[in-house]
């Protein structure tokens, strides 16, 4: 009997579905068009497309981006928010933004809710929890005849101290629903950001009630739809975090599913690095849309407590991505007699000039077709054919401006390209002293292992690794995770009053209560474990590094301290290129991650070459304004063991591998291309 475990990533031009046949053990990847406006649409054509029936799916994954795109485009629900009386300005104060103090085209980050949508409402906690005046109920339940009346569409709750004391907010629910009813999202701050941070906590708050009720909306469409082609199988979501979770979780967390989409591709390089036997991996991910950076340090994914998205903060365990408008639909333009690429993308829909449907502005995609770059035939698996004409024609439009012919304009196209992704991995590398020439770059998305090595020359990078299916890398990445479940619990002592015994009480208690939690997502208990970690600070600072723990019952050891100490001095150095080992410490939270580990799918590796022929053909294409003899190729004419000298283009369904000259090819027993820059390998 077959039996699939599936995975769907929507990104912002095609929907990438990935399949796992448990039976033969065989990987299938394909493409489907994302259907804006009906995303669950595009997402069932591709199941299928694939599976002939979707009741054989056992387990199924699912990034989403409805909460994103709601965020993005300011299309989410009218919020209300309630805040303690006299602090109920905290959400639009915010925070000023020191790194940037003397910038003067600064401009505030505009907030999700005006400020005639707060309520300031009664009643007072202490810094450490009692109550030192007692809630007001009455004008709760005004709020909440006001949020019926004037139509809003959810409510957050942000009272000063709840994540020391829940009480109030707790309570303020409970009158709300008999109010507004049990359906009605109602986003509290301690649930959202057990954190300290007055404004942060309340902003995150805020962001998953404006866009909580379209994520529940998405999800319970596309469980219905699901349903009704016999899968019996439980919708998993990915979180920010780089876990798994239930769409029945999901839906009381959406916030945790924010970025689950790009979240994939890091996920993805947790298991390619262990395939490859390099802990350091630069991810770029670039798709129709946006052009992704993610990192794999020490053979994890770069994991942070907190994310700012255009310029508002959300406090919540995520998988450090960087992400610009630079993708295979960026539209080229002129600026002041300057050429631009991008943020403005012309999407699924017209899409590139090249693809037909009407779209006149020429692109990324359109500069690397007329290039010779792409193959007509065997785009996006065969299932679009492309318009060359039309793709000069733009290009041509746009060079008249500039005084330059089409490939000109199209070569001219790529590098700006080129320039802001190697600037978006300097971003999230060199500005955190992080030196990329000391990792290899693993390029997946649709358009991202055709610009991979163009990038990896700029910034030095002496090897590029192209996965298997990489058009659906991010796809292929959940399905690699694990349930997963992040705890939070403020902990403000400094080193010297610090009492180790409470601190492992508190850990084993958040411990035993998380793994318990993770029954609810149908874990056998045998499956789970716990990792631990502490966030710590020099006394005095305002930031924080976390720390990883061994154990809950590791503060019971009688070096703890000192150990704590020099773990963090090394965090220290490594992030800021120096320490003070033996300074005053001091410990801020306390944080515990519950891992559900479940079955992923299997690696799998490719047939050994017999010789070191294989079905190529030679055609020309233009690299540095001259037209190469090509060596073109599909990859599944590759085996473990070929080599290919570039200049090389290959193509399969998902993507295009673009080489250009200086680099050698190898392609590893796992099916990955191993793409060295000679010149580097030469000089090490």
């Known amino acids: 009997m077959t039996s699939y475990r599936v995975s769907m990533d929507i990104g912002g031009t095609f929907t990438d579905i990935v399949t796992f046949d448990e039976t033969t053990g065989q990987f299938h990847a394909t493409k489907a068009s994302t259907t804006p406006g009906h995303l669950s649409t595009g997402v069932l054509e591709g199941l299928e497309s694939v599976i002939d029936d979707l009741s054989d799916i056992d387990f199924i994954v699912h990034g989403t981006t409805q909460g994103l795109n709601a965020f993005l485009e300011r299309r989410g629900v009218p919020v209300l928010l309630l805040a303690t009386d006299g602090v109920q ?38 810094y450490d929890g009692t109550e030192l005046v007692a809630l007001d109920e009455a ?53 959202s950001a057990k954190e300290w941070r007055e404004y942060e906590r309340t902003s995150s708050a805020v962001i998953e009630a404006y866009t909580g009720p379209v994520v529940r909306a998405y999800l319970v469409e596309l469980e219905k739809q699901l349903a009704a082609r016999d899968v019996d199988a439980p919708l998993h979501i990915m979180q920010s975090s780089g876990g798994v979770l239930t769409a029945a979780s999901a839906r009381e967390r959406p916030l945790q599913t924010l970025l689950s989409g790009p979240v994939g591709g ?7 690095a262990k395939v490859v036997r390099n802990p350091n991996l630069i991810g770029v991910d670039m798709g129709g849309t946006s052009f992704d950076v993610s990192l794999v340090v020490d053979g994890v994914p770069d994991v942070s407590t907190e994310a700012v998205l255009e310029g508002l903060p959300m406090l919540m365990s995520i998988v450090n991505i960087h992400t610009i408008g630079a993708g295979g639909g960026s539209v080229a333009w002129v600026e002041a007699g300057g050429l631009r690429v991008g943020p403005r993308s012309a999407g699924a829909q017209p899409g590139p000039a090249c693809y037909g449907r009407g779209g006149t502005e020429p692109t990324v995609t359109d500069a690397n077709f007329v290039l010779g770059r792409v193959d007509a035939k065997n785009f996006a698996g065969g299932k679009m054919s492309l318009d060359r004409e039309a793709a000069v024609q733009a290009l041509e439009e746009l060079g008249g401006q500039l005084g330059f012919g089409a490939i000109q304009m199209a070569e001219g196209i790529c590098d700006v390209a080129n320039s802001q ?17 000391d990792f290899s770059l693993v390029a997946f998305g649709g358009a991202g292992p055709m610009h991979a090595v163009f990038l ?40 010297v009053d610090l009492d180790t015994a409470d601190m492992a009480r508190v850990l084993r208690e958040v411990e035993t209560s998380g793994l318990a939690s993770l029954q609810s997502e149908g874990v056998p208990a045998d499956a789970r474990y716990a990792q631990h970690s502490v966030d710590v ?13 061994d154990s809950a019952d590791e503060p019971l050891e009688a070096d703890f301290l000192e150990r704590l100490g020099e773990r963090f001095a090394h965090a220290y150095d490594a992030r800021y290129g120096h320490s003070t080992l033996g300074a005053p410490i001091e410990i801020v939270t306390l944080r515990t991650r519950v891992v559900g580990a479940l079955s992923g799918a299997q690696t799998f590796t490719i047939p050994a070459a017999e010789s070191e022929d294989f079905a190529h053909e030679i055609r020309k294409v233009v690299f540095g304004g001259e037209e190469l003899d090509t060596i073109v190729t599909e990859r599944d004419a590759l085996r473990a063991g ?43």
């Open 642 to 684: 070929h080599t290919l000298l570039s200049p090389a283009i290959i193509i399969e369904p998902t993507a295009t591998t673009v080489v250009p000259p200086g680099f050698s090819v190898l392609v590893e027993e796992h099916g990955a291309l191993l793409i060295t820059n000679l010149e580097i390998e030469k000089e090490s």
């Open 139 to 191: 004008a709760i339940r005004a709020a909440g005849e006001r949020a019926k009346k004037e139509g809003y569409g959810a409510v957050a709750v942000a009272y000063l101290f709840s994540y020391r004391n829940p009480a109030h907010e707790l309570r303020t629910r409970e009158i709300l629903r008999e109010v507004l009813g049990d359906d009605f999202t109602v986003s509290l701050s301690h649930e």
């Open 456 to 495: 990896a020359k700029e910034l030095g990078i002496r090897e590029t690794i192209v996965p298997r299916f990489p058009g659906a890398f991010s796809a292929w990445g959940m399905l690699q995770g694990d349930i997963r479940r992040d705890f939070t619990e403020p902990y403000y002592f400094l080193d």
């Open 421 to 437: 992704m190697a600037q978006a991995i300097r971003t999230i590398t060199i500005s955190r002293g992080i030196e990329p020439r």
């Open 537 to 549: 600070r020099y006394l005095g600072q305002e930031y924080f590094l976390t720390v990883p723990l």
């Open 266 to 272: 890091a996920i993805g390089g947790e298991a390619l």
């Open 89 to 126: 300005d905290v959400y639009h104060i915010a925070r000023g933004p020191r790194h940037r103090l003397y910038d003067a085209q600064y401009r505030k980050p505009e907030p999700l809710i005006e400020r005639r949508d707060v309520v300031g409402i009664g009643g007072r906690l202490q």
